[in-house]
């Protein structure tokens, strides 16, 4: 199970730090990805780290100022935003999955969302 927290509403240009708990003891071997999805808008790929937290890999339009991490010790990834713009709102999940070098990954297991929502 996912629990992803810290959603808000933050102005433009502002930061925000997302959450994501796993309650699988096996949360280290897993790469995990963050997500979102704007009102009328499919789905889309924003983030990854691998299992080890070695590696990351970010959609383009947030290179610069979003940054993932991970705590294995607390079964826990996190989304640094920063500079946050009103086209980064959306609704933004977590997943669970594997990942090669270079790539997004593939996610099996995702979490519930939470909204963040910039105002300009």
């Known amino acids: 199970q996912l629990q992803a927290s810290g959603g808000g509403l933050v102005q433009a240009g502002g930061s925000l730090r997302l959450s994501c708990a796993a309650s699988r003891r096996t949360f280290s071997s897993y790469a995990m990805g963050w997500f979102r999805q704007a009102p009328g808008k499919e789905r889309e790929f924003v983030a990854r780290i691998i299992s080890s937290g070695g590696s990351t890999y970010y959609t383009g339009s947030v290179k610069g100022r979003f940054t993932i991490s991970r705590d294995n010790a607390k079964n826990t990834v996190y989304l640094q935003m920063t500079s946050l713009k009103p086209e980064d709102t959306a609704v933004y999940y977590c997943?669970?999955?594997?990942?090669?070098?270079?790539?997004?990954?593939?996610?099996?297991?995702w979490g519930q969302g939470t909204l963040v929502t910039v105002s300009s």
């Open positions: 997943a669970a999955g594997t990942a090669q070098p270079g790539t997004p990954g593939k996610y099996d297991y």
